[in-house]
């Protein structure tokens, strides 16, 4: 397998306890009471459903980005993370005809995706995972989870505000939203 | 599964017979004597090794070399191209370590990677494929999948030489070459 490659199980079982689940555009995912991160494909016979992802290099940022977005950002698993989110979003096929400096374009000079995730580090951590190239016909082309602190979780809505609100999000013809809470 | 999904079966059954396998670095693929090339994942217990990879969107064209390549190119499938070749290639983790600004100034400033390329159209058609990203642990990192008529068979070699001249190609830590025939 993929070391890159990890699943999100949903179920009754799980460390993350769903505390609200959205769906904003296209079909809904399943009710869950919980989910379960793990590396790996996740086989486990008692799930309602499983989402498989790999993390990967990066598509837009450039050498100057990426050394800001790493002086500021911090790792999944912090004791204070107490809240999380899983967003999974699908793109249309106008997104994926477009070429790599028309993609770029959209994302960061129009919609500014790095500049709004920038203002949130390092409260709201957070790990992409891209399915669209699995062999698997995958339901989604990116899976996103966030970590963050109770006190930061109207911060987290911020930053959801300000990324729907840009031209990016037209392109987006799927989209769930998972808010979690970890319990031991 | 993925309908971009396409395997490589190596073994001794398939359209395409092997002509000469070579390594340029790394390890060697199992000697075969043919090549399958199916749609999806291409189960088959006969096969020696079977090589997977999804067709994606590109990630370097800017439009205007969209529109040049497009306006060129030829599909696979023509009736003359009876000459094939197979290249799988793996990069290393400094050309993964990189930003997309960083990768495109070596994959196209530096090495010209598709205006070589654009020299052979429409003679030398290919089909890149995508494996990095799959759920498996690839070998390599893509599968590109070349075919021509007998005659442009030097200007494929010429065509490989001048891509493993280039910056670019100090970033391959594997590649294999397979050339084939077409045998009904």
Not at 85 to 114: G, Y
Request: glycine residues 6%; aromatic residues 10%.
């Amino acid at each position: 397998m993929n070391e890159r490659l990890f699943a999100f199980v949903g179920g009754n079982q799980g460390r993350w306890k769903v505390q609200e689940m959205k769906t904003l555009l296209g079909p809904a995912l399943e009710e869950i009471e919980r989910i379960e991160v793990v590396s790996g494909p996740g086989a486990n016979a008692e799930a309602k459903w499983r989402l498989l992802g790999v993390t990967s290099h990066e598509r837009y940022v450039t050498r100057p980005e990426k050394t800001d977005l790493v002086s500021r950002q911090e790792g999944l698993g912090r004791e204070a993370s107490t809240c999380a989110a899983l967003i999974p979003i699908r793109k249309n096929a106008a997104w994926w005809a477009m070429t790599q400096d028309e993609r770029r374009e959209v994302f960061e000079e129009s919609s500014q995706h790095i500049q709004i995730g920038m203002r949130y580090l390092p409260a709201i951590a957070r790990r992409l995972h891209h399915c669209r190239d699995l062999e698997i016909q995958p339901p989604f082309d990116f899976l996103t989870w966030f970590e963050f602190a109770p006190g930061d979780a109207k911060a987290f809505d911020d930053l959801l505000a300000a990324l729907r609100a840009t031209p990016e999000w037209a392109f987006v013809d799927r989209e769930c939203e998972i808010r979690l809470a970890r319990k031991e």
